[in-house]
């Protein structure tokens, strides 16, 4: 059974920084998509960061420049890495992946990605 586990959260004071791990385990087909998403209390989970199966890397516009998605295939290992950390960056981020082959990992939703990881907390106070 597919099992994601993510780890690293924590609370860190606005500028600081973190990096998240997820780590996949009993998938038996490789990715297609990778990507972190984010749930503030009251909010809707949005899409942060994503990676293709060749390695291309997506941003949403408000973690540009901050943050950098990246995995390592030999260790079944997706990160995030999350710089200049602001309040507003305050969630539960989640790593979700898919495996089926879509054109196109830019842009994709929630529903398009069947396994997601239990969440780990992230708290940037001002």
């Known amino acids: 059974q597919e099992h994601l586990v993510e780890s690293g959260g924590g609370s860190v004071e606005a500028g600081g920084s973190l990096r998240l791990t997820c780590v996949a385990s009993g998938f038996t087909s490789s990715w297609r998509c990778m990507a972190w998403f984010r749930q503030a209390p009251g909010k809707e989970r949005e899409q942060v960061a994503v990676?293709?199966?060749?390695?291309?890397?997506y941003y949403a516009d408000s973690v540009k420049g901050r943050f950098g998605i990246s995995k390592d295939n030999g260790k079944n290992s997706l990160y995030l890495q999350m710089n200049s950390l602001l309040p507003e960056d305050t969630a539960m981020y989640y790593c979700?992946?898919?495996?089926?082959?879509?054109?196109?990992?830019?842009?994709?939703?929630?529903?398009?990605?069947?396994?997601w990881g239990q969440g780990s907390q992230v708290t940037v106070a001002s």
């Open positions: 979700a992946a898919r495996v089926y082959w879509i054109p196109d990992c830019d842009g994709t939703t929630r529903d398009e990605f069947p396994y």
């Open positions: 990676i293709d199966s060749v390695g291309f890397t």
